[in-house]
């Protein structure tokens, strides 16, 4: 994974709200069991991203039980030595959220984005 | 190297995965659904470090906190457990032998919880029908307080006597037989208890209410809430040794440092 400036380093408080569309994000391309959803996070962030893994798992749990997605243990003949893993699938309810989430986060980061970059002392008067 | 991970530092991550999982209120087959995703999870992680260039011991203390902090974790995972494995947990709480309780105390528990529940059921069930006895405390009210108690203690006893005969049972078949057949031997010898236990019972009841009627009639009730009693007790060991069977290496590690 590539590797950042400390200071830019994007802690998982800062994602707080965010995390189960960042999920449905990363299950979007292709079903993923829990360690591949982080990989592709953290791919996607450029190593800025760093999530709190003992989060991940509540997240999906939720997100399971929402019906936003689908989970299923994979095949035994996977070739992978040790337990199995869990594969989590986005259902059709969880694409509409993750295009419902996709809209929120776009206007929310251009309010804000206008709010901390722009002069707020003008928009007083 | 990968493929050669010492047992030891697997065992590693099952202690730490097991120190987030065991104190987390919720029904055994959750937790069993946690703690393998989880420890696969933890397993993913050590590959990952070791691929990192990371030797085994580093990998090893990395992956442990990739997972994050116990409380955090646990925290966070007990609030995806919903009312119904809440519930679950708390009737396996009583039906469950868990580690460390011994046999006896557990068949104390069970027999004391199954006496409570008849004599309850019985007086739901006998009240409204003789209130105007009960409240005149005349001798046929006094009978039937007593049969009740009798019959709450009867069963109490029978369940005693099936989980303790059916545990010996278990550990004297179980290594000749499938654990399928020994829940279905358990299940014959708890049958036979039963009955046995119901003749006697029948007898407890007539010599207390000295009425042939008021003795079959409670019989009759008896018999119906009996097989009930018996077919609950082999789903609950049946599913009880499902889950242990699954949980028994984690629910046998030792958690101290």
Request: glycine share 8%; hydrophobic share 45%; aromatic share 8%.
């Amino acid at each position: 994974m590539a590797k950042t400036n400390p200071e830019s380093v994007i802690e998982s408080n800062h994602l707080r709200g965010h995390l189960a569309t960042m999920i449905l994000s990363a299950l979007d391309q292709d079903d993923a069991h829990g360690f591949e959803v982080l990989k592709r996070l953290e791919q996607a962030g450029c190593g800025a991203l760093k999530l709190k893994e003992g989060s991940l798992y509540p997240a999906l749990y939720r997100l399971e039980e929402a019906g936003l997605v689908k989970a299923r243990w994979e095949e035994g003949d996977s070739g992978r030595r040790g337990p199995r893993r869990r594969l989590y699938k986005i259902t059709r309810k969880g694409r509409k959220q993750l295009e419902a989430g996709r809209v929120e986060w776009t206007q929310f980061a251009k309010i804000i984005g206008q709010i901390i970059t722009g002069p707020v002392a003008g928009a007083a008067t | 190297m990968i493929g050669n991970m010492k047992g030891e530092h697997e065992q590693k991550l099952k202690v730490h995965v097991e120190r987030i999982v065991r104190p987390i209120r919720a029904a055994e087959k959750d937790k069993l659904k946690m703690r393998e995703e989880l420890f696969a999870h933890a397993l993913d992680a050590f590959e990952y470090e070791c691929e990192q260039g990371a030797n085994e011991s580093l990998a090893v203390s990395r992956a442990i906190e990739r997972l994050g902090h116990v409380e955090a974790t646990q925290a966070g995972l007990q609030a995806t457990v919903g009312w119904e494995s809440r519930y679950n947990a708390f009737c396996e709480k009583f039906v469950r032998r868990t580690q460390g309780v011994s046999l006896l105390k557990h068949a104390c528990r069970m027999a004391l919880l199954v006496g409570i529940f008849f004599m309850l059921y019985m007086s739901l069930l006998m009240i409204p029908i003789r209130l105007h006895e009960l409240l005149a405390w005349n001798s046929e009210g006094q009978t039937l307080v007593r049969v009740m108690l009798g019959l709450g203690f009867l069963f109490g006893a029978a369940t005693f006597a099936c989980v303790v005969l059916g545990s010996f049972a278990y550990q004297l078949v179980g290594r000749k037989f499938s654990r399928r057949g020994d829940y279905l031997r358990t299940f014959g010898i708890t049958l036979a208890m039963t009955l046995i236990l119901g003749v006697l019972g029948w007898g407890f009841t007539y010599g207390v209410s000295f009425d042939v009627a008021v003795s079959i009639e409670i019989m009759q009730h008896w018999l119906v809430m009996s097989l009930a009693v018996t077919a609950c007790l082999f789903v609950a060991a049946w599913c009880d040794v499902r889950e242990r069977v699954k949980c028994n290496d984690w629910l046998e590690l030792d958690l101290s440092d």
